[in-house]
């Protein structure tokens, strides 16, 4: 799918979408939907476009069948910033396919420190995957989430504390490749564990690759009465073996938001910094989430 090992241990994948915790009003459930999702720097940089073409760390938070491509030993450290939510996400990460079976280990931790919404989410996750024939590749995570919001609220929202599957599959041809996940799919019916089915495709093209990625969230807007939509445009590329340079763009249908993305990475053969930055354009939301992370190569 890739051309070249260092091309593979730039590759992110992600796209599992956290939605926002369960609030008053539609306006702030369309405040908090894009912003609470855990995704890497470099998955951010992209519009989180990386359902069918990444791998390794980035992989474990959305489709884990990409932990089992590359034949890589990645682990990874980051955080997040939304700005209007005054959210932060801090998260680890560690991934190794080098052997037959492929597994991973993952953690996130979020603080909501916007009025109204003050929470803290804790995600542990553990991933196995496996590849077949070089062309398919077959994931699985095992998630435990849990949620505790202040009790400054009033009312005080209903917390979670339970476990969740998701699962995946990765088809991948020449230089083209296409993926789909299921997340939350034992259905928590929490909107901190949206169940969702997320699908995208795209292609490499020398050192530059390019996804167009589709989400669909049946619980997130339960209050709104209204199916979740993402469509996404992400795209990157390798210059001078060392640098990496990602943009993206993406639709959501609640709350009708537009929104672009950059990110920045260095790559060297044992370690990779990324930067990433996603602003609203227009629509009833307008914040900005960035993000910076550290990704060791162990092999």
Partial sequence: MMAGRVWWRIVPVVAVLLGPPSIATAQAASLTRSFGEPTTPSSLGMQDAIVGGGMATSAMFVNPAGVALGQVFHAEGWWSY??????????????????????????????????????????????????????????????????????????????????????????????????????????????????????????????????????????????????????????EVLLADAWVLRAGYRYENVPDVHGISAGVGYVSSSLAIDFGLQQDLSGSRDDTRLGLSFRYFVQ
Avoid: C
């Fill in 82 to 235: 939304a700005v209007g939510l005054s959210r932060h996400v801090a998260g680890a990460a560690a991934t190794d396919s080098t052997t037959p079976v492929a597994g991973g280990l993952g953690f996130t931790y979020t603080y909501t420190g916007v009025e109204g919404e003050k929470n803290n989410n804790y995600e542990a996750r553990t991933a196995i995957a496996m590849q077949f024939a070089d062309m398919i590749a077959l994931g699985v995570n095992l998630k435990y989430i849990r949620a505790d919001y202040s009790e400054e609220l009033d009312p005080v929202p209903a917390g979670l504390n339970d476990f969740s599957l998701d699962a995946g599959a990765i088809f991948t041809y020449d230089r083209f490749f296409v993926g789909v996940v299921g997340t939350n799919l034992t259905n928590l019916d929490h909107p901190l564990a949206p169940l969702a089915i997320s699908a995208g495709g795209g292609l490499t093209l020398g050192p530059a690759r390019l996804e167009f990625d589709a989400t669909f969230d049946w619980s997130s807007y339960d209050e709104v009465a209204a199916m979740g939509q993402k469509y996404s445009l992400g795209g």
